[in-house]
């Protein structure tokens, strides 16, 4: 198994600099996600890894060797993109066998991993038709053989599923999944799709115009995300944002804005000082129904109720923001009420206001980058 290290990587095209220093270390055999909105530098990183990019600046090892100058086809990588670009005028069977042919692999033995790869990827009855002969989770699956075939000890994705409907894309997910468990080939994938990378992932890397935000599990992400890009980005509905002062009042320190106030528990005192701004963030699942005589309860009147199985997305204003609760479905909350919440503590969220940065507790500095 190959690792991949990326090191103060930089790209430009002509003038324009679309990324710089790009730093990440990925382990043999491990899935790695990049995950950022549209322009962000996913693909661009992808294919300087692949080599169908060249690299201004910064190097990029494969295993033991920098690959900077490497032509793509000594690379020992295998790309797999949205649009599955598989010849027309060929069958399912030929496009697998492309790539051997070429190599001149002996006819037996192609036949042979043919149809050993066509097994895993439950694509045997399709070899004998062409593309249009095939729906588009078939031609990517076809995709996906004619990459696995190569046996590379790299495989890369570019948002390999965008172009399936929902129901489809849920099951190759599982899919590939399953493929990297048998394989354990060192995978980069790229998407801006928040639940696959979740999924998918080892370790996700965020990113946002030419830069890495944050390094990290899903779990590292979503719970201890390092910055208000990444708080923003990663989880539905999204995160609920709240501009706050820090005062300090007879029982510690609170935060407060125009509207409400709440306090700080004592683990925030070595992080934060009084007089400071930050936007306090705290996820639609981080409010608890309450009785209205509970000591800090926040009230906020329903203005929409959104219906989501289980639980009900309630949509109000709580200190002059908008904000996204999600409360059991049970709780049989109506549009008119007041929702008395509290807020759990375990799962505030700090950012500095200036510079988008985590307050860091001392308990969240394994997360770091
Ligand atoms: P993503 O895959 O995250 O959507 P890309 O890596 O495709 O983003 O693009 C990153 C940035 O580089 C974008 O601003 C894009 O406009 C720019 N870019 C990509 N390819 C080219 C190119 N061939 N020439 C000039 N700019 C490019
Ligand atoms: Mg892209």
Redesign the pocket.
Known sequence: MTAIQLHSLGKA??A?E??RDVNLSIEPGEFVVLL??????????LRMVAGLESVSSGEIRIGDRVVNDLPPGDREIALVFQNYALYPHMTAFENIAFGLRRLKVPKPEIEERVAKVSEILGITPLLQRRPRQMSGGQQQRIAIARAMIKQPKVFLFDEPLSNLDAKLRDQMRIELKKLHRMQTATTVF?T?DQLEAMTLADRIVI?NA?IIEQVGTPEEIYYSPRTLFVAKFVGTPNINLFPMNVDSAADGLRLRSEGFSIPLGSQWNATVSKGQKLIAAYRPKDFVLAKPDTPDVLAMTVELTEMMGDETLIQGTLGGQQIQVLVPYSSQIKEGQTAHLTLRDDRLKLFDEKTGLAMMLPSDQRHSL
């Open positions: 095209y002509g324009a679309v990324m950022g909105p549209s322009g962000c530098g996913k693909s661009t990183i790229v801006h990113m030419g």
